[in-house]
């Protein structure tokens, strides 16, 4: 089956600092990686679509300049999370489609002191 | 706007008794999945229904889709503690299996 990775696993980070989560691909290439966020006790919420080669589409209400998405290939999505403050601590979890059926990621769990 | 429901929001039940999740949309959906979670953990995997009245069944655990593809079942028999835990329901909003959105989730808990 296809195999998303997501790096690291935990992050703990001071606020004001900027953090990265890698999301992979492991056996196929994705065009397209989404990204999602769970807030405590609640669902997932998509985040951004990320498109290898261009822009990432941002859900209404999720700031782009905030969340930095990078699709540098076909293989890898990256989430930065700029001048992170407590707030943003959460669970990221990313996916990649293929073949029309989704694969997830194992997630990020990130606190920011 | 929150595209799929479920119902209940929460459930306790003793082992070894049956229990039933649903998961509603008011749009067709384009394949439906079924994933349980421990919170702040990853997603497991657990059905994809595609057809309308599909049904799937792995181990313990039997999912249907309808016939106009809007509403499924998760249905557990015989329940365990290993079956604790949320369980989310997922669907894309386009054919092209792309666009996903996740129900509010069920949380079960199962009572030794």
């Known amino acids: 089956g296809a195999v998303v990775s997501q790096h690291p696993s935990r992050v703990i980070c001071k606020s004001g600092t900027s953090v990265k989560i890698e999301c992979r691909s492991l056996d196929f290439q994705a065009t397209t990686m989404f990204w999602y966020r769970q807030f405590p006790k609640k669902s997932l919420m998509l985040m951004a679509t990320s498109n290898e080669g261009s822009k990432a589409t941002y859900e209404q209400g999720v700031e782009k300049d905030k969340f930095l998405i990078n699709h540098a290939s076909l293989t890898l999505s990256t989430l930065t999370v700029t001048s992170a403050h407590p707030e943003d601590s959460s669970f990221y979890i990313c996916?990649?489609?293929?073949?029309?059926?989704?694969?997830f990621g194992p997630g990020t769990r990130l606190t920011v002191l | 706007s929150q595209e799929l429901e479920q119902s209940p929001q929460s459930l306790i039940v003793q082992e070894g008794k049956n229990l039933t999740i649903n998961c509603t949309s008011s749009k067709t959906l384009y394949g439906l999945y079924w994933y349980k979670q421990k919170y702040g953990e990853g997603l497991i995997f657990l059905m994809m229904l595609q057809k309308g009245g599909e049904e799937k069944s792995h181990e313990k655990i039997t999912a249907k889709l309808d016939e106009k593809k809007q509403q499924s079942s998760l249905h557990i028999t015989a329940s365990q503690p290993s079956h604790a835990g949320i369980y989310l329901c997922?669907?894309?909003?386009?054919?092209?299996?792309?666009?996903?959105?996740f129900g509010p989730g069920t949380r079960l808990s199962v009572l030794p």
């Open positions: 996916s990649a489609s293929r073949a029309n059926e989704q694969f």
């Open positions: 997922g669907a894309a909003r386009d054919n092209y299996g792309q666009n996903f959105v």
